[in-house]
């Protein structure tokens, strides 16, 4: 979910700075709403488990995407499936591009000995250059976002009217590497929760979450769990009205960023300097873990490798540090 979203912010600037080119964004019909607002953008859903699977499903998906006369081809995915396509369209004398992920300086920033740390290129700058490739130089500096949307009654019905601020909260990640500890995480909510002009706001997904969600609510007035209550364009219509989301390095940060929303993150076994940090926030809106005493860190670039002994390496992140910058 995560880097779809990443997609977003550079095809809204691609439709403002090239009106006159159309796009047709490939992708699982799922994320849809993520593109809704685009102009100049068509979604063409993406059916892996029927028509496009296997490898003759990807010839049909080919055949399906020659009939809307595309002129070039923009990898963003770089994997097995999207690199058969862009191929066939390379073979049939398109103009192809795709994202170079850079995979050899990231093992550099996370591998445990003779580790280079440094800065890399965001994902944002790798797909940009894509485009360039293409012939389309982006501008990234000076984004555009869209209106914050009316509220449903049907949201409103669970969250209320707004009133006071919203702060976001999304406290889970795919990597247990990656999640804040939950008992660090409810002293973060409780003593927010003191303060009567915030409503606190908790986003997750499946039956343990939701049940994770609902104890971090109860007995609490002005925090809410919209786990399992909303649909997904409900669920993307209610983070554009925050005032703040609070999320680990995970799908919901990269929503939320998409959407204009300040966005503070939560880093573990995963660094910002690896370019997954949430579109045009500030580095100081990313909290690390310790690295003084964690000096492997990062150990991993999805959050998916552990490392014995760094279990704990995201409690060097206290709950007044991330109070402090929510409240700043």
């Given amino acids: 979910m995560g880097d779809v979203a990443m997609t977003v912010p550079i095809l809204r600037a691609f439709s403002k700075q090239y009106p006159d080119v159309k796009i047709t964004i490939i992708s699982s019909p799922f994320f849809k709403p993520f593109f809704d607002e685009i102009p100049n953008v068509a979604f063409f859903a993406f059916d892996k488990n029927g028509k496009h699977k296997g490898f003759l499903g990807l010839f049909r998906l080919f055949q399906d995407l020659r009939e809307r006369n595309i002129d070039a081809f923009a990898d963003l995915h770089n994997v097995l499936r999207s690199k058969v396509i862009r191929v066939l369209f390379a073979l049939s004398g398109k103009k192809v591009a795709f994202t170079d992920k ?182 100081e809106n990313a909290l690390v873990s310790d690295r003084n005493l964690y000096p492997k860190l990062p150990t991993s670039v999805y959050g998916n490798k552990k490392v014995e002994g760094y279990q704990d390496a995201m409690r060097t992140i206290s709950p007044e540090q991330v109070i402090e910058k929510i409240v700043q």
């Fill in 102 to 283: 850079g995979r050899t300086d990231k093992k550099e920033v996370t591998r445990a000995e003779n580790k280079i740390f440094r800065q890399l290129p965001t994902v944002f700058e790798r797909h940009a250059n894509v485009f360039l490739s293409l012939g389309f130089p982006l501008d990234l500096s000076n984004p555009t976002f869209p209106e914050k949307q009316e509220l449903s009654s049907e949201i409103t019905s669970i969250v209320g009217e707004k009133t006071e601020k919203w702060i976001g909260i999304a406290p889970f990640a795919q990597h247990d590497s990656k999640v804040y500890p939950l008992d660090l995480m409810a002293q973060v909510i409780d003593e927010l929760a003191k303060n009567a002009n915030y409503k606190i706001l908790l986003f997750g997904g499946g039956k343990k979450e939701i049940e994770v969600l609902n104890l971090l609510s109860k007995d609490k007035e002005n925090v809410i769990s919209t786990a399992g209550k909303l649909k997904f364009n409900q669920e993307i219509q209610l983070i554009g009205n925050l005032d703040i989301m609070l999320s680990m390095d995970s799908g919901n940060a990269h929503i939320a960023a998409m959407l204009g929303v300040k966005t503070i993150t939560l880093w573990g076994a995963t660094h910002p300097f690896l370019g997954f940090s949430p579109f045009h926030q500030s580095l």
